[in-house]
């Protein structure tokens, strides 16, 4: 289930809003204040934000302002009632990825997230975020970076979970190609990264998606 982090604070907006999504099947936690954002994204991770501008305590400029500045890379969407160019224009500076003027249908909402971000398929294991589309990764919006070898185990793991992945297979992602070093990178992944990476006998690795 894609998860969203809508910031409004028209109470009346943001619960049609929540019904309106949570109705097309994605699941919605709600902010009300800006510093409310904060607390949301530091106990838990989002697929998108929605975010209004003017807001209690800190604007959706400065919200989004500092989850990038943080290593955050989830989309956002402004909703504002906002139209003059220059708002637009610093909202697509920040990092914006789209930008609704109020009032608007749901619909429309709803069309755009379908069209821009479902596609793209999350993938989650324990707390651990992956967009295999960029290859991003993250554990409670904040982005892991991984040295390049393990970057690729860690992509062919991931995008096959539950699956079985050769061991010839991963060794040719590796600078020597022997079982030893495979060994070795994949105990440093896994201790990074503090999962469980399986190792099934005779034939190779799995991530099993928890």
Known sequence: MMKILLLEDDRILSESLKEFLELEGYGVDVAYRGAEVFDLTFSGTYDLYILDINVPDVDGFDVLSALKESGDETPAIYITALTDINSIARGFEIGADDYIKKPFDPEELVVRIKNKYVHTK?????????????????????????????????????????????????????????????????????????????????????????
């Open 122 to 210: 999350f993938i989650r294991i324990g707390d651990l975020v992956y967009n295999p589309m960029t290859e991003v990764l993250q554990r409670d919006g904040q982005t892991i970076g991984l040295g390049e070898i393990q970057q690729k185990l860690f992509h062919e793991l991931a995008t096959k979970h539950d699956q079985i992945v050769e061991s010839y297979v991963l060794m040719e992602m590796l600078g020597q190609k022997n079982l030893n070093a495979l060994r070795v990178n994949i105990a440093k992944l896994k201790y990074k990264l503090g999962i469980e990476i399986k190792n099934v006998r005779s034939q190779g690795y799995m991530i099993e998606s928890v």
